[in-house]
C-alpha cells in the first residue's frame, strides 16, 4: 500500500492553486508553477472532498508529466475524538475519502487535524485515535489506497497533535507517518521550535525513533505565523512573522530531507518561491 514514489530533494510546493490562477482551474494552475519554477501542489479539500473525475485525470498525468509532486490535506471538520459517534463516523470517512481521491490524483500523502482532546487526559485520546486509525487504515487497504496517512502536529493546546503524539503514532503503524507543520509547533510552544538546534531534534527524533524513510519521503507544511498563549491565531506571510525559516531550511539541508514542504501563507507562490530560492543558495 506504501507510495512507490522515490525522492531525490526537497520539493517545495503551494497550498492549494496558487493565487495567480485567479478563477482558473488546474491547467492554469500548472502553468503557473511550471512559470515560478515551483515543484507541485497540495490538493485542499479543506471545506468537503470533492474533485471531478476529469480533475483527478487531469492532475494525475500532468504531475507525472512534469514531475510535479501532489499531496492533499483533509478536511477542517475532523474530529477522531468526537463525544459523538456520528462525528467520529463521518470523520473516519473523510480521511478515507481524502485518502481515496488523492490516491486517483497521483498523490503520494495526505494529511489532516486528527482531533480534539475535549477535556479528556491525553492517554484516553490517544488511544481513541489509535483506534480510528486502525479502522482507517483497514479500509485503505481494502481498497488498495497509495498514499501515505499523516496526522498533522497542531497549532493549539486544544488539539490532539504535538510532537510525541505524531511520531507514536507512526509508529504504532506502518503506512502513517507525521506531517510536521513546523509553524504550528512553533505557535503551539508560543514560540520555541524556531532555532536551528531545535529544528534539527526534530528531525533527528524522526530518523532516530521512525527510521530514515520518515525524512526520505517527508511532508511537511511551513507558513509565516501569529500565536498567543493559547497557540496559533493565524498564518501571515513569512517577512511579517518571527518564523525562523532559514535556519529550519539550513537543518533541512543538513539532514538531506526529501520529499515535500508545502507552503501554507497567505501569499502561498510567493513564499513558496522564498523558501525555494534560499534553500538553493544555501
Not at 123 to 135: A, C, E, L, P, S
Amino acid at each position: 500500500m506504501q507510495s512507490n514514489i522515490k525522492f531525490d530533494k526537497l520539493n517545495f510546493i503551494t497550498a492549494g492553486m496558487p493565487l495567480r490562477t485567479g478563477k482558473g482551474s488546474y491547467p492554469q494552475a500548472f502553468e503557473v508553477l511550471k512559470e515560478m519554477n515551483l515543484d507541485g501542489m497540495e490538493l485542499e479539500f479543506v471545506r468537503g472532498v470533492r474533485m471531478a473525475d476529469k480533475s483527478k485525470e487531469f492532475v494525475n498525468q500532468a504531475s507525472k508529466e512534469n514531475n510535479f509532486v501532489i499531496t492533499a490535506h483533509g478536511p477542517f471538520y475532523i474530529n477522531l475524538n468526537s463525544k459523538e459517534e456520528d462525528k467520529i463516523e463521518a470523520s473516519v470517512q473523510r480521511i478515507v475519502e481524502t485518502a481515496l481521491v488523492a490516491t486517483q490524483a497521483g498523490a503520494f500523502s495526505i494529511t489532516y487535524h486528527a482531533a480534539f482532546y475535549m477535556g479528556v487526559d491525553k492517554d484516553t485520546v490517544y488511544k481513541q485515535v489509535k483506534n480510528q486509525t486502525q479502522r482507517i487504515m483497514d479500509i485503505l487497504e481494502k481498497e488498495n489506497s497509495t498514499v501515505w496517512i499523516r496526522p498533522e502536529t497542531t497549532g493549539k493546546a486544544t488539539q490532539w497533535g504535538d510532537l510525541d503524539e505524531v511520531i507514536k503514532l507512526s509508529n504504532d503503524f506502518e503506512k502513517v507517518l507525521p506531517c510536521i507543520d513546523f509553524s504550528h509547533l512553533h505557535a503551539r510552544t508560543n514560540g520555541e521550535y524556531n532555532t536551528y538546534d531545535e529544528f534539527s531534534r526534530i528531525l533527528e527524533r524522526m530518523g532516530k525513533e521512525i527510521g530514515q524513510y520518515a525524512l526520505d519521503n517527508f511532508h511537511g507544511h511551513l507558513a509565516g505565523i501569529e500565536y498567543g498563549e493559547k497557540g496559533e491565531k493565524q498564518h501571515l506571510i513569512m517577512e511579517e512573522s518571527d518564523m525562523n525559516y532559514k535556519d529550519l531550511l539550513k537543518a533541512m539541508k543538513e539532514f538531506g530531507v526529501k520529499g515535500a514542504l508545502v507552503c501554507e501563507s497567505p501569499n502561498i507562490e510567493d513564499d513558496c518561491k522564498l523558501f525555494k530560492d534560499y534553500y538553493y543558495s544555501i
